[in-house]
């Protein structure tokens, strides 16, 4: 009976990643009669994945680390609030504007880490405006000024 | 010669190169003095800085970063037993027992006499040594790049952490992202998935910026912030007296240190942190008073320390010949490089030889400025050392948000960022090194291009691949080390066994 680990999940899921990957690449078309055809490259090295995905599910388990001592739930929280962080300033990047967003993003990890309240207060409302000084009239970036257009030089 | 020296001192002395050599020496002594923030991580969230500096600032701007990060991650290492950097774990345990004898500054001021000494031998072999190779390699042909590049690759394998199968992944999954986007030579899409915004190809800075600074703070949201420590060891003069005896005390130790780093520098992939913990098993091994080692013993920091950073100005030396980065920071380094139009490669040394030399010289002058910093810092060590990571970690997802963003002014790349942070951290968390990944994606391009110009030279034949003498030669040593891959991956997988150990904090 084989044993469940992490490092044969993880293989599992890189054999089939690499099927998807080699289907993919099997798509590209040659269109150019020289040199290697461009499915060719991204093919072998799908393939590869797969050899190196089957080497991790086949071999005897390897010394793993134990599970952290973080509780499942709060590694879990925190995993989540990280994505809702990537959707939330994936999405409201432009019409908010980075000011607010990394404001708010700065506020909900401070949170997250246990920051005390008055000193990641001060941090979120003068570094996100200061990075945006720095970036727009030194570096001449169009950050999106969204909700603070009119305020923000 | 002389001329293009001159030049070059010309194009340093200028305010721009100049402030960008202190602002970076500044910008890395912060970074690398706290625990928890890398030096490779302090480089990555400069690059989009760099996009918007000419080209001998944004070098200036990153070398003396990366030489300053390397040096003041031994602060936190002699103070708290907390390596600031990887590169300082193959000593902290000796730096830490001066401390705790009340020898701090002893520690302090050896490692950091080391440190320059290390990195001013390195930069000069750097300066004599790679215009020797690049006039060699100027006669390389796609053959040569080829196994060059192959060379280059299998070395990050091999001598990545323990496991060279998930090393082989890491690097696998690089260069699969280095071919997203159109073919160059077709125009065809690959591995676009539909995603107008992935047309143009993976960037290699968000995914940098993700895996390395985005990952950090995702693990704090999981494991808690380290709480800041309350007892400091106070440093007390004498760094100056420690420094002087450093110099005539240990004048082997210095040059050995220096010696071995270069030359483990060199090697791709290899990198400042594995010449550290070489140089200090050697000179153990050397040292009249073995015995002494790990009590608290400064014959071992100076050749350790000196090691370091001479490793980071050796892995230059392929990075700037050959276009092959000898660890993460000379592969952000590089990607800065390209970003800027400069192609790395032997001839960057007559197109632009008076600029390469300049960069020699903000090597030089980036290591000069860490005896003079370096003293700062360690005066400043306390206040570094109590700001918490509580405040110091959102300041590090905006500067994430705002560099991944600026490179193109997409948000597209804020969200490979993230999405490369969540997955640096997945990879970190099972013990997949994440330097191979940045490592694939730069070579990755290089790869396929002279495998293809390779085929086309060969007609379909493999034996051009070596039959030219330099050819032969690097594509015995290139099979030669995927046989040792190979016998390594076989070794670990027989000697495996489903035993619990105690997490050990990821490679940062």
């Known amino acids: 009976m084989m044993v469940v680990t992490r490092d044969r999940m993880i293989g599992a899921a890189l054999c089939l990643g690499s099927v998807v990957l080699m289907l993919s690449a099997l798509q590209i078309r040659r269109v150019i009669p020289i040199g290697i055809a461009p499915g060719t490259f991204p093919l072998l090295l799908s393939g590869l994945l797969g050899l190196l995905g089957v080497a991790l599910v086949l071999r005897r388990p390897q010394v793993e680390p134990i599970a952290p001592a973080v509780p499942v739930a709060r590694a879990l929280s925190g995993l989540a609030l990280y994505a809702a962080l990537a959707v939330f300033t994936y999405v409201a990047f432009r019409p908010l504007g980075f000011v607010p967003v990394g404001a708010i993003c700065m506020i909900a990890v401070g949170v997250r880490i246990g920051a005390r309240w008055p000193a990641l207060l001060a941090v979120a409302f003068l570094v996100p405006p200061a990075i945006h000084l720095l970036f727009v009239r030194v570096f001449s970036v169009p950050l999106p000024g969204g909700l603070l257009s009119g305020v923000l030089p | ?508």
């Open chain 2, 1 to 508: 010669m002389i001329e293009t020296l001159a030049a070059a001192l010309s194009l340093v002395l200028q305010p721009a190169p100049m402030l960008a050599l202190i602002a970076g020496a500044f910008f890395g002594l912060f970074v690398g003095a706290i625990p928890g923030l890398s030096a490779t991580m302090a480089t990555a969230l400069l690059v989009p800085v760099t996009f918007f500096m000419p080209p001998l600032p944004a070098m200036a701007l990153i070398v003396s970063c990366a030489a300053m990060a390397i040096c003041a991650g031994d602060i936190p290492a002699t103070l708290l037993r907390i390596p600031g950097t990887p590169a300082s774990a193959a000593y902290t345990d000796e730096a830490h027992a001066l401390t705790r004898k009340g020898k701090a500054d002893a520690a302090l001021g050896a490692l950091l006499f080391a440190a320059a000494f290390g990195g001013l031998f390195g930069s000069i072999v750097l300066m004599t040594f790679a215009p020797v190779l690049a006039s060699f390699a100027i006669r390389f042909s796609a053959f040569e790049y080829f196994w060059l590049a192959v060379l280059g690759l299998s070395c990050v394998v091999l001598v990545s952490g323990n496991d060279p199968v998930k090393a082989a992944v890491v690097l696998v999954l690089g260069i699969i992202l280095s071919t997203v986007g159109l073919d160059t030579m077709s125009g065809q899409p690959r591995f676009t998935f539909g995603f107008v915004e992935l047309m143009g190809g993976v960037s290699f800075i968000p995914v940098m910026i993700g895996v390395f600074a985005a990952s950090a703070v995702i693990r704090a949201m999981v494991q808690g912030a380290r709480p800041p420590d309350a007892a400091l060891p106070e440093v007390r003069g004498g760094l100056l007296r420690s420094i002087g005896a450093t110099m005539r005390g240990h004048p082997a130790g210095l040059v050995r240190g220096s010696v071995i780093g270069t030359a483990i520098g060199i090697l791709p992939g290899a990198g400042g942190d594995l010449a550290a913990w070489i140089s200090y098993a050697v000179s153990r091994r050397l040292s009249r008073t073995p015995e002494a080692y790990g009590t608290g013993h400064v014959e071992g920091l100076v050749d350790a320390g000196a090691s370091n950073n001479a490793g980071l100005s050796g892995a230059w030396v392929p990075a700037l010949v050959f276009g092959i980065p000898g660890d993460a920071i000379t592969a952000i380094a590089l990607g800065v490089l390209l970003m800027k139009g400069l192609n790395p490669g032997p001839t960057l040394f007559t197109a632009n030889a008076p600029l390469l030399y300049a960069v020699f010289i903000c090597f030089l002058i980036a290591n000069l400025l860490l005896i003079p910093l370096g003293l700062l810092a360690i005066r400043m060590a306390r206040p570094l050392l109590r700001v918490p990571q509580t405040i110091l970690m959102p300041v590090v997802l905006v500067f994430c948000i705002v560099g991944s963003f600026a490179i193109n002014n997409s948000v597209f790349g804020i969200a490979i960022m993230l999405l490369f942070g969540f997955i640096g951290y997945v990879m970190e968390e099972n013990g997949f090194p994440v330097a191979p990944l940045i490592l694939g994606l730069i070579l990755g391009p290089l790869v396929e291009r002279t495998l293809s110009q390779a085929s086309i030279m060969a007609r379909g034949n493999i034996m051009p691949f070596f039959e030219r003498p330099v050819s032969l030669v690097l594509g015995i040593i290139a099979i030669t080390v995927w046989a040792l891959i190979i016998l390594k991956a076989v070794r670990a997988a027989r000697a495996g066994r489903p035993v619990a150990v105690p997490r050990k904090e990821p490679a940062k």
